[in-house]
């Protein structure tokens, strides 16, 4: 197996890449939308879509691995599900916030609202994770 393919498959054991794909092409739209209606910039627009869209397929596809290992790692059901959602969606939220106070986005907590977003979808993901796992 090449370098390469052996990079992927252990990135896969921490990070959720078709989240993280998803997540960023979606975060980043939003975030430059976002920015670019409010200031009509496109130079610190773009600036905060992209960073938005790294962090998200990096970080998200980091968090959303990590609420499905806490949602099937866990023992009690009940408190599996709540760990995947407020934990990741926590760090998520807190995370981005700082991001976007890092020079170059004009509106760093109107660029941290379409985050929240994570939380639901860390509980469908943490449901679905657990329920696939309850049924084996």
């Not at 979606?26 to 938005?52: D, H, P, R, W």
């Not at 099937?72 to 407020?86: E, G, L, Q």
């Not at 939220?93 to 941290?112: N, V």
């Amino acid at each position: 197996m090449s370098i390469i393919k052996k990079t992927i498959a252990f990135g896969s054991q921490i990070i959720d890449y078709k989240m993280g794909i998803a997540g960023a092409f979606v975060m980043g739209v939003v975030v430059f939308v976002i920015n670019y209606s409010a200031t009509n910039e496109l130079t610190g627009s773009t600036t905060a879509g992209l960073k938005q869209a790294s962090y998200t397929f990096l970080f998200g596809g980091i968090l959303m691995k990590g609420c499905e290992n806490l949602a099937t790692k866990i023992r009690n059901r009940t408190f599996a599900i709540v760990a995947s959602v407020i934990i990741p969606s926590t760090l998520t939220l807190f995370l981005t916030y700082q991001l976007h106070q890092l020079k170059g986005t004009p509106k760093p907590l109107e660029s941290t609202y379409p985050t929240l977003i994570i939380i639901p979808a860390t509980a469908a993901w943490g449901y679905k994770k657990r329920k696939q796992m309850d049924v084996k």
